[in-house]
């Protein structure tokens, strides 16, 4: 019969090949099977082109798809036996062959069943087991059944491992919320809500979360109008055996929460000189404060130095008592009384912080003698550094900004300015004309005048509301400072701030010379919040003791007098600061302060 097939196939013209042999073979192999739908005779004799697909050694080709669909189901099988689960009859029982329709491949149609799946287990599920990690869903069948039956079997409770872990992820997203938003996990309520996928998160927008070191606290001199913070007061002060200032009868209820300090009101009447508790050197400053007599930032923290020397000169240590816990101990009810005549400036605030740290760094070994020599010395190179060295540089580096014929405009006195003009004058040579500007109360600029005038400078004097007519005259204007807030806010006399705004809209640069310890962390900007009341007395004196119409102003009820000592002019205002470090803007302030931190850690 091969023989007959070759010629037949010699005589239709076709090249013999060894495809028809091994169809012949596989004839002889397929008629042992009694299942066999292909050949169901020997004499049949068919061409290669005639033969089924199922009938050749020749592989029917597969698309990639099917290829890598196969690979995956029988890994799928092969990790359900070694888990134990069972693969469903509809899987074992899967023909491997390619579905009848062809429009779709393998892939794409295993791809469809899974989304059938997904969608009922979705339905017995709640929404909340959306999450990638609740809905398993893999690119394979056997992973896709094996997933869904982990997770739907139940567990102890009659809940799924989907509903479980769900809860978990609701209650965990309601603590996290509530600790951002700053309010109470509400436990069971917040698993009731669902779950947003990780992919469609919302984003909650946290507060900001307000620390115990941004917030400072309101000092007690500042809170006049509360009873707590009085009553604390009080106690202070009794357990400190000093006498409580007596309440000004008059105030503004605007300003209610600041104290109103009051000549006429004194607070050493109980005091003994002698053998009291404060010491006298203490009792006399604390006087001179209150009566006014002592003003300015640089003049207030040099005399309160020269007090606490006078202190530590006159102290010995107590038997079985180490110095620097006595010594601080002792300076407290100093302090409180001085507070009591009158709120301390920043610049006394700062030197009372590195007099107690000097203090509390001290070795208990040591001396008596040596100890105490140590702080004096400490106290004036304190002085010295920080206001003596640091004037003369001011003066050294806004002379440079002074030019021959400028017109430089101040306000009040200030004991830096004085010493920058004079030596702008009589060092530099510079031919200059000052305009100082003045107003009441206390009329201080008559004693800057009086200064100028002798050093051989041209002056001219005027009031404050003579401000806007002479300013198209000045080239410059130079402004002292009480403190620097870490915002480049400049805290001065009262009317400072009206210099520096119409020196701004006629375009005429301000600037402020201030020393660093001055500079302050403080950030109130508010003169309503960071202000002292004055004695309303001062208002209504007009120099001629004949002549006062306002004398009994207390007897009118409808008249209240408000005397505010200290103003706030903005960082805008401000063109640049003149400091012992270099001349910088008003931005640079909180690099001056981290500078000085820095420095006192290192000392």
């Known amino acids: 019969m091969a023989k007959k097939k070759k010629k037949a196939a010699q005589g239709k013209g076709q090249p013999l090949s060894t495809d028809s042999t091994e169809a012949e073979k596989s004839k002889t192999v397929v008629k042992v099977e009694p299942d066999s739908n292909s050949v169901q005779s020997e004499s049949r004799i068919e061409s290669p082109l005639e033969k089924e697909p199922i009938m050749s050694d020749k592989k029917v080709e597969k698309t990639k798809e099917e290829i890598l669909a196969e690979r995956e189901a029988k890994k799928a099988a092969k990790a359900a036996k070694k888990s134990g689960v069972k693969p469903s009859d509809s899987q074992a029982k899967r023909p491997a062959t390619p579905p009848k329709n062809e429009d779709k491949s393998k892939a794409q149609i295993l791809a469809q069943r899974e989304a059938q799946k997904?969608?009922?287990?979705?339905?017995?599920?709640?929404?909340?087991?959306?999450?990638?990690?609740?809905?398993?869903?893999?690119?394979?069948?056997?992973?896709?059944?094996?997933?869904?039956?982990?997770?739907?079997k139940?567990?102890?409770?009659?809940?799924?491992?989907?509903?479980?872990?769900?809860?978990?992820?609701?209650?965990?997203?309601?603590?996290?919320?509530?600790?951002?938003?700053?309010?109470?996990?509400?436990?069971?309520d917040s698993s009731k809500k669902g779950v947003a996928s990780r992919g469609n998160k919302p984003q909650i927008q946290s507060q900001p979360s307000i620390t115990k070191s941004k917030v400072q606290r309101v000092p007690d001199d500042m809170q006049a109008d509360r009873q707590s913070v009085e009553k604390k007061v009080q106690k202070k002060l009794q357990s400190a055996q000093i006498p409580a200032r007596v309440k000004a009868q008059r105030k503004v209820v605007l300003f209610s929460h600041l104290h109103q300090y009051e000549r006429e009101l004194s607070m050493t009447r109980e005091i003994p000189v002698v053998g009291g508790v404060i010491h006298s050197a203490i009792l006399e400053l604390g006087l001179r404060y209150s009566e006014g007599i002592i003003t300015g930032s640089n003049a207030r923290c040099v005399a309160l130095m020269n007090a606490m020397s006078k202190v530590i000169r006159d102290y010995s240590t107590p038997p079985h008592k180490d110095l620097p816990r006595d010594l601080d101990s002792r300076i407290k009810p100093y302090i409180t009384f001085l507070r009591q005549c009158r709120p301390l400036s920043l610049s006394m605030g700062n030197a009372i912080r590195f007099l107690k740290t000097k203090i509390n760094a001290l070795d208990p070994s040591l001396p008596e003698d040596e100890a105490k020599e140590q702080l004096l010395d400490s106290i004036d190179n304190y002085v010295h550094e920080n206001i003596v060295l640091a004037a003369?540089?001011?003066?050294?580096?806004?002379?440079?900004?002074?030019?021959?014929?400028?017109?430089?405009?101040?306000?009040?006195?200030?004991?830096?300015?004085?010493?920058?003009?004079?030596?702008?004058?009589?060092?530099?040579?510079?031919?200059?004309?000052?305009?100082?500007?003045?107003?009441?109360?206390?009329?201080?600029?008559r004693e800057m005048v009086r200064h100028l005038v002798n050093a051989g400078i041209n002056c001219t004097y005027v009031q404050i509301t003579s401000v806007p007519y002479m300013m198209p005259e000045v080239t410059k204007v130079l402004l002292g400072a009480y403190a620097v807030l870490a915002n480049g806010?400049?805290?001065?006399?009262?009317?400072?701030?009206?210099?520096a705004l119409v020196a701004k809209g006629f375009n005429v640069p301000v600037l402020v010379c201030c020393e660093t310890y001055k500079f302050s962390e403080r950030v109130q900007t508010d003169s309503f919040v960071f202000n002292e009341l004055g004695d309303p007395d001062d208002l209504v004196d007009t120099g001629r003791p004949s002549f006062t119409p306002l004398e009994d102003w207390r007897d009118l009820n409808s008249l209240t007098l408000l005397n505010l000592t200290y103003d706030v002019t903005p960082p805008t205002l401000v063109d640049a600061i003149i400091s012992e470090v270099s001349v910088i803007p008003t931005t640079s302030v909180p690099v001056i302060l981290r500078l000085k931190n820095i420095d006192h850690v290192a000392t």
């Open 154 to 188: 139940p567990v102890d409770g009659g809940k799924t491992k989907a509903e479980l872990k769900a809860e978990r992820r609701a209650k965990q997203e309601a603590q996290r919320a509530a600790k951002l938003a700053g309010a109470k996990p509400e436990g069971a």
């Open 118 to 152: 997904a969608a009922k287990v979705n339905k017995q599920i709640p929404a909340k087991a959306d999450s990638p990690q609740d809905s398993k869903i893999s690119a394979n069948s056997g992973t896709l059944e094996l997933a869904v039956a982990q997770e739907t």
């Open 392 to 445: 003369k540089q001011i003066s050294i580096t806004a002379r440079e900004k002074i030019r021959n014929g400028d017109v430089i405009m101040i306000y009040g006195c200030s004991s830096l300015l004085r010493t920058v003009l004079i030596d702008a004058v009589q060092e530099s040579k510079l031919k200059i004309r000052v305009i100082v500007v003045d107003g009441r109360p206390k009329y201080e600029g």
């Open 489 to 499: 806010s400049v805290m001065s006399r009262v009317g400072t701030s009206q210099v």
